[in-house]
């Protein structure tokens, strides 16, 4: 317990703290509990929140007593933006979206032996407070210079949109969370991204004024890519953690192409690997760039730890056998379709040229061109060499009734679909 906030440092994620000697005595003396909570303003959970998951994972593992919470109650309302107004979704698609997160949460803590996580939706006790509780109970313990002082908040007033009183009123939200779970849990730490410094402040005034108790608070530090460029974005928006919205291949890709300069920081905050070996495989990206051995590992560590080591299994194995390093055919559907989605496209039906696939995928620039690859034993179907230009796509090259993988030389990838 005593070293816990050292690691956590030395992993990158810390940014701020309430009062650090304070919260380092009470972990040292602990164990404690503490809380993040994660509104369902969306069906799933993204990058940012792997963060805080990741950072309840290690205070559970140092001996401290995780509570989760979903905002069943504020993910009604949602966090002020920093431009516009939020679209308020209904409460049968927020309980939708709750129970998701709750299955997602349920992969990242231990629920079970002698310190089981909690996890608690917020709307049991907020949906039963009634408005002149709130007023008296909750609301004349904060003011309003302090609530207007808010970045968030501040920048949309000033804003020609402004900001309504339901967005405005999210932070009294929030702090009652923290107030409501160190009354039931005993919480005396909320965690969450620095973005959110003002909201969890309002949690520890709110325990202060009604209490008497100083409470703390800890944030993690917005995650940047080392040339600039924002962390998590991808073409498909967001980096989810449900296989539904970012495949297991896809999200084995995106860990996969960290740059040698982001790999070793994104281990540290991303995995759960030891000093040693975090150095070992920093050594490896000064040394051996080209094997992508640190990449590797980061892509595999993540996406078990998200997906489970089968999913793993199965990504790996499409990648290697794109390149034709193993059997296409014992890919499953989903799998080759995920693996083959960003690929260049040709629609093809049985009995379509290869010559053609080739062309209408972009892998040769004319049938003239694709004679040559053919020629040159340099065309490939499913990683078959094609022995002649008049070869045909036949029933049995579709895998699974739809995909063909067209390669020309040793990297370069195509998808021949059938729809």
Same mark, same amino acid.
């Given at each position: &317990?005593?070293?816990?906030?050292?690691?956590?440092?030395?992993?990158?994620?810390?940014?701020?703290?309430?009062?650090?000697?304070?919260?380092?005595?009470?972990?040292?003396?602990?164990?404690?509990?503490?809380?993040?909570?994660?509104?369902?303003?969306?069906?799933?959970?993204?990058?940012?929140?792997?963060?805080?998951?990741?950072?309840?994972?290690?205070?559970?593992?140092?001996?401290?007593?995780?509570?989760?919470?979903?905002?069943?109650?504020?993910? &009604?309302?949602?966090?002020?933006?920093?431009?516009?107004?939020?679209?308020?979704?209904?409460?049968?698609?927020?309980?939708?979206?709750?129970?998701? @997160?709750?299955?997602?949460?349920?992969?990242?803590?231990?629920?079970?032996?002698?310190?089981?996580?909690?996890?608690?939706?917020?709307?049991?006790?907020?949906?039963?407070?009634?408005?002149?509780?709130?007023?008296?109970?909750? %609301? =004349?313990?904060?003011?309003? %210079?302090? &609530? @207007?002082? =808010?970045?968030?908040?501040?920048?949309?007033?000033?804003?020609?949109? %402004?900001?309504?009183?339901?967005?405005?009123?999210?932070?009294?939200?929030? %702090?009652?969370?923290?107030?409501?779970?160190?009354?039931?849990?005993?919480?005396?730490?909320?965690?969450?991204?620095?973005? /959110?410094?003002?909201?969890?402040?309002?949690?520890?005034?709110?325990?202060?004024?009604?209490?008497?108790?100083?409470?703390?608070? &800890?944030?993690?530090?917005?995650?940047? =890519?080392?040339?600039?460029?924002?962390?998590? =974005?991808?073409?498909?928006?967001?980096?989810?953690?449900?296989?539904?919205?970012?495949?297991?291949?896809?999200?084995?890709?995106?860990?996969?192409?960290?740059?040698?300069?982001?790999?070793?920081?994104?281990?540290?905050?991303?995995?759960?690997?030891?000093?040693?070996?975090?150095?070992?495989?920093?050594?490896?990206?000064?040394?051996?760039?080209?094997?992508?051995?640190?990449?590797?590992?980061?892509?595999?560590?993540?996406?078990?730890?998200?997906?489970?080591?089968?999913?793993?299994?199965?990504?790996?194995?499409?990648? /290697?056998?794109?390149?034709?390093?193993?059997?296409?055919?014992?890919?499953?559907?989903?799998?080759?379709?995920?693996?083959?989605?960003?690929?260049?496209?040709?629609?093809?039906?049985?009995?379509?040229?290869?010559?053609?696939?080739?062309?209408?995928?972009?892998?040769?620039?004319?049938?003239?061109?694709?004679?040559?690859?053919?020629?040159?034993?340099?065309?490939?179907?499913?990683?078959?060499?094609?022995?002649?230009?008049?070869?045909?796509?036949?029933?049995?090259?579709?895998?699974?009734?739809?995909?063909?993988?067209?390669?020309?030389?040793?990297?370069?990838?195509?998808?021949?679909?059938?729809?």
């Amino acid at each position: &317990m005593t070293d816990v906030l050292d690691e956590l440092h030395w992993r990158g994620l810390v940014a701020q703290t309430t009062d650090e000697a304070a919260l380092r005595d009470a972990l040292s003396e602990g164990p404690i509990a503490y809380y993040c909570g994660f509104d369902p303003t969306a069906p799933s959970l993204h990058h940012g929140h792997l963060v805080q998951l990741i950072l309840l994972r290690h205070l559970q593992r140092a001996g401290h007593r995780a509570v989760a919470l979903v905002g069943g109650a504020t993910g &009604m309302i949602g966090d002020p933006r920093q431009s516009g107004e939020r679209v308020l979704n209904t409460k049968e698609t927020v309980a939708d979206w709750s129970e998701r @997160l709750k299955a997602q949460i349920s992969r990242f803590l231990d629920f079970e032996g002698d310190n089981p996580a909690v996890l608690v939706n917020n709307l049991d006790w907020i949906a039963g407070m009634s408005a002149i509780d709130f007023l008296r109970d909750v %609301g =004349k313990h904060y003011r309003l %210079g302090t &609530m @207007l002082a =808010k970045d968030t908040v501040a920048r949309r007033l000033s804003s020609d949109e %402004g900001i309504s009183f339901t967005e405005f009123s999210y932070q009294i939200l929030q %702090g009652i969370d923290f107030l409501e779970l160190y009354r039931r849990h005993g919480v005396t730490l909320q965690t969450g991204g620095n973005d /959110q410094w003002g909201n969890l402040l309002s949690g520890v005034e709110l325990v202060r004024r009604t209490e008497g108790e100083a409470v703390h608070v &800890m944030t993690t530090p917005l995650i940047t =890519k080392a040339d600039g460029t924002k962390f998590g =974005k991808t073409e498909g928006g967001a980096v989810w953690l449900a296989p539904d919205l970012m495949s297991p291949y896809a999200f084995y890709q995106y860990w996969l192409n960290a740059s040698d300069s982001d790999v070793v920081p994104w281990l540290k905050i991303f995995t759960f690997r030891s000093r040693e070996e975090i150095a070992e495989l920093e050594r490896e990206v000064a040394e051996r760039p080209f094997a992508r051995v640190a990449q590797k590992t980061l892509a595999a560590d993540v996406t078990t730890l998200v997906h489970g080591a089968a999913a793993t299994e199965a990504v790996v194995a499409a990648s /290697q056998a794109l390149f034709g390093r193993g059997e296409l055919a014992t890919l499953d559907a989903e799998t080759l379709g995920a693996a083959t989605a960003e690929l260049p496209r040709a629609d093809v039906a049985v009995g379509t040229p290869v010559l053609d696939a080739l062309v209408d995928s972009g892998l040769v620039a004319s049938r003239a061109a694709g004679r040559r690859a053919v020629a040159d034993g340099g065309a490939y179907v499913n990683n078959a060499k094609v022995e002649s230009e008049d070869a045909v796509l036949r029933a049995e090259d579709l895998l699974h009734g739809r995909y063909a993988v067209l390669r020309r030389g040793k990297k370069t990838l195509a998808v021949a679909v059938a729809d």
